[in-house]
């Protein structure tokens, strides 16, 4: 009886935020941008069943990204969806803003400009999956924002696993230990900087920091997504 008087009101509350991701990647993002504004209607959704994303072909991850939208749209139909996975960003965010003409899209881009502000050694290091690696939008980036660096790059699955299936349950020494790894290939190359180019690296932020301290610097682009996230939900009020 509950259930059914409270059915109409639960189906047309109005939903502010999606936030997408393949798993645990956009949950530092929803929380930043809950911490900025407190009173904001988030939906999280992890796309569990299609982790991880960063092993499929393109045409995979368009199938799976235009699924997973269709049934944010008929859920939710959200104002806003943030697309918080750099995976499903190069690959399509274009398709989906296309297909979802009345939903806005928050895409995420690595940090790659920051990094090209601050890199002393003009020596940067891209962390993401290997389909972002392989997407030609980061070597663009690179070119308009950091031409002068060198960028590293480095898919690492097994990183991403750990965060989506052991890091919340880690110790904080676990977790260095599963970057250390990463860390050390990005400072045999000479890299100073960082770019967090997966969402789930956010969660293991920390850690990476500590890892990578005091040579070498960690760059995200949660401040960059979160402030344009809310930026266009005011413009749409
Ligand atoms: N969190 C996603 C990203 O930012 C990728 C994780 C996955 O491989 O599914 O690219």
Known sequence: ?????????????????????????????????????????????????????????????????????????????????????????????????????????????????????????????????????????NQDLKNHFAADCKMVLRGDPELISFIEHESFTSTEEDRMKACEPAVKYFRENGCDTIILGCTHFLNIKNEIQMVAAPDIKVVDSVDGVVNRALSLYGALR
């Open 1 to 137: 009886m509950l259930k059914k008087l409270l059915q109409p009101c639960l189906e047309t509350k109005l939903v502010d935020f999606v936030f997408l991701d393949s798993g645990t990647g956009g949950i530092p993002y929803m929380l930043k941008l809950k911490e900025k504004y407190e009173g904001a209607s988030c939906v999280y959704v992890g796309d569990t069943a299609n982790f991880p994303y960063g092993e499929k072909s393109h045409e995979e991850i368009v199938k799976c990204v235009l699924e997973a939208g269709s049934k944010i749209q008929k859920k939710f139909n959200p104002k806003i969806i943030v697309i918080a996975c750099n995976t499903m960003n190069v690959n399509a965010l274009d398709i989906l803003r296309d297909a979802y003409a009345d939903i806005q899209f928050v895409g995420t881009v690595p940090a790659i400009k920051v990094a090209g502000d601050i890199s002393e050694k003009r020596c940067i290091g891209l962390l993401a999956t290997k389909s972002t690696c392989n997407h030609p939008y």
